[in-house]
C-alpha cells in the first residue's frame, strides 16, 4: 500500500523483535476500514486512531524504521494479539 511525504513512510506495529536487524510487524492504516483482516486500534496517546491490516503483517529489516510515532494500548494490543490467534491460529 502507498505510503506518505517525501520517504512513503507507513506506520507500523512491532509485534515481535527478532534479532537487532528483524521484527515482526503489521502495518497500520490511518482510514477506518472494516473488514476481515482489520482491528482497530488508538496508538500515540489516543491522539490516532486508524487499523491495523493482518493480512500485510510480515518480517521488516530494522532499518526501515525511520522515528517513534507512539505506542499502542496495552489493551489495543492484547485485542490484536486475540484476533491474530483467531485468524490464523485456528
Do not use: C, H, W
Not at 523483535?17 to 476481515?36: A, D, E, I, R
Not at 494479539?81 to 490464523?88: A, L, N, S, V
Amino acid at each position: 500500500m502507498d505510503g506518505k511525504n517525501d520517504y512513503f513512510e507507513r506506520p507500523v506495529l512491532i509485534i515481535k523483535k527478532v534479532n537487532q536487524y528483524q521484527f515482526l510487524g503489521v502495518p497500520l492504516t490511518s482510514k477506518n476500514k472494516n473488514g476481515y483482516f482489520y482491528v482497530k486500534l488508538n496508538y500515540s496517546d489516543g491522539e490516532n486512531s486508524g487499523n491495523a491490516n493482518l493480512a500485510q503483517i510480515k518480517f521488516f529489516s530494522s532499518k526501515r524504521l525511520l522515528r517513534k510515532i507512539g505506542m499502542v494500548k496495552e489493551k489495543d494490543f492484547e485485542k490484536l494479539k486475540e484476533e491474530f490467534k483467531k485468524k490464523f491460529l485456528n
